[in-house]
């Protein structure tokens, strides 16, 4: 029992992470980029395509095989058809993240409850709880990075086991840059070291060499997939290379300033997040300066760094989320013990920031039967959500009325873990397109009309994934390779009309079918042409 209770916040971490994660997993459709993810680990299992991965049997070295090779292990253990499977690798690895965050929090010498609170505001924080349901690559190389930089701080903070905590550090700098390149050393560990300097300072003389052997272990370990491939592959290598190189600088551009909403990404706690950035007004209510300026630090260096690529993405704001959640909790530990003797101008900024959350909450129970499009075979989903919404809404305005802040914030977790375990099915009600058709009926097509099927050109990953099997590609890289068989069945773009017939210009076409994934039908703006494909059955 005292053991338990030595380790009960990470127990209670642990448990809050996985409550939030787990419930229906499945739950949510694959998007085009846990598709890539699942393909490559299908054909690393089915076509042994361990080293050299592959999505629809062409090459796939645009993501490093870290992500892929767990997911294809959960694949081998709960089947392929295990949606919830293979979703379980991201979930550790998100769970790994905040454990880390927790054990790092204490680095800081935070106390074991703040460095809780920590771990709490980072699984609630809605690009984290929701990248954990999304096996794709980003969740793996940050969590990885936590941990690398978990053992760096040891190596520079502490004069014991220099050896082995730069070996660790090196080892996950290493499996880190295995999962998605060196995302996370621009977007993590370059901030880190650079809000570590202008903090606390490198005592260089004594660990120098040290820091050597964390940097050359992490890159041998982080090179040797792209060596061997390059190497084993170099055509298809140097293509994608350029290709990827290029969409940095041309792809998905933004300007400069499109990162500074930063603080919106972390969901429920946008007001309190902005707040502990004000260090003007924090300077003087931490308990460690120190260390509340170098998270604070360590975050704005992150989205100036990720501001400074042209490419931008939302979701490449994920790393800034890690130091954010800490930099926060030094103003959820001010309220925890100073709640009860605020300035008038104080409470009334922590009443807006969690009383709106409250109202939230308690208007909830109430409108979602008027944003639902249906409620039928939802009712018990929205009966219980609507009660614990209202019950956490009126705990958490209530206990800001008493000056229990502690309610406060618990209620708050509560309200988040309510929403997923209880309100996350309420997604079906949103949902529903009458014109859906899945790709795995195209196999019943196959097999009453004696044909193969392929597709023209521009592979929809989500539909490959559905339909269980690659779907070869007519035109690919400007090459064009007709199919032997006199008679066969194709996949095309609605768009690629005119380039079908010009393909085929001397072969007999009658469209048979539209295969339609959008799970919202056509008058929706979040309908996607590319999920749509019409089914020809082109003859000599």
């Not at 003007?280 to 992150?302: C, D, E, G, I, Q």
Request: hydrophobic share 45%; net charge positive.
């Amino acid at each position: 029992m005292k053991e338990l209770l030595h380790h009960k916040y990470p127990l209670l971490l642990l448990a809050v992470s996985l409550t939030l994660l787990l419930p229906h997993l499945d739950i949510i459709y694959v998007n085009i980029m846990e598709a890539r993810n699942f393909i490559t680990a299908r054909e690393m299992v089915t076509n042994n395509n361990w080293l050299l991965t592959t999505i629809n049997n062409l090459p796939r070295y645009e993501k490093p095989p870290l992500p892929t090779w767990l997911t294809a292990l959960a694949g081998i253990l709960f089947g392929f058809d295990s949606l919830f499977g293979l979703r379980l690798p991201v979930v550790f690895a998100t769970v790994f993240l905040v454990l880390m965050s927790y054990k790092f929090s204490k680095n800081l010498e935070l106390t074991k409850k703040q460095s809780f609170q920590n771990g709490l505001l980072l699984i609630t924080s809605f690009y984290i709880f929701f990248g954990g349901r999304d096996n794709q690559w980003d969740m793996y190389t940050h969590s990885f990075m936590m941990a690398s930089l978990y053992f760096l701080w040891k190596l520079l903070q502490e004069d014991s086991a220099k050896a082995k905590n730069a070996i660790l550090s090196g080892l996950f700098f290493g499996l880190s840059f295995l999962s998605k390149g060196p995302i996370s050393l621009y977007a993590l560990f370059l901030p880190f070291l650079i809000a570590y300097g202008f903090t606390y300072g490198f005592k260089v003389r004594s660990r120098w060499h040290y820091g050597i052997l964390v940097l050359a272990l992490g890159t041998a370990i982080g090179l040797s997939w792209p060596l061997y491939v390059r190497f084993a592959d170099p055509e298809s290598f140097l293509e994608t290379t350029t290709r990827e190189a290029s969409r940095w600088a041309s792809y998905n551009t933004r300007p400069f300033f499109y990162y500074w909403s930063f603080f919106t990404q972390s969901g429920i706690w946008t007001i309190p997040s902005l707040i502990a950035l004000l260090y003007p007004y924090m300077k003087t209510r931490v308990t460690n300066l120190k260390a509340y300026r170098f998270t604070l630090f360590w975050t704005l260096a992150s989205v100036i760094l990720l501001s400074l690529i042209p490419e931008k993405k939302s979701r490449y704001l994920l790393p800034v989320l890690i130091p954010m959640a800490l930099n926060t909790g030094f103003y959820i530990e001010y309220l925890f013990e100073k709640f009860k003797t605020l300035t008038k101008n104080e409470k009334r900024m922590a009443y807006f920031a969690f009383g709106l959350i409250g109202i939230i909450a308690v208007a909830l129970s109430f409108i979602l039967p008027f944003i639902l499009k249906t409620l039928n075979g939802f009712w018990l989903w929205y009966v219980l959500v609507a009660i614990a919404s209202l019950v956490c809404g009126i705990i958490i305005i209530r206990s800001l009325l008493k000056n229990n802040f502690g309610k406060v914030f618990y209620s708050i977790i509560a309200f988040q873990i309510c929403i997923m375990v209880f309100g996350l099915p309420l997604i079906g009600a949103f949902l529903g397109n009458p014109d859906y058709y899945s790709p795995q009926k195209l196999h019943v097509v196959k097999a009453k009309e004696h044909i193969e099927i392929y597709d023209l050109q521009n592979y929809c990953p989500e539909m490959i994934w559905e339909y269980g099997e690659p779907i070869p590609l007519i035109i690919n890289n400007g090459k064009i390779k007709i199919p032997k068989e006199n008679r066969f069945g194709l996949l095309v773009n609605i768009d690629d009309t005119t380039r079908l017939r010009e393909t085929f210009k001397d072969y007999k076409i009658e469209k048979l079918l539209t295969v339609d994934m959008n799970p919202v039908p056509k008058s929706k703006k979040s309908h996607k042409k590319r999920l749509e494909r019409d089914f020809y059955i082109v003859s000599r």
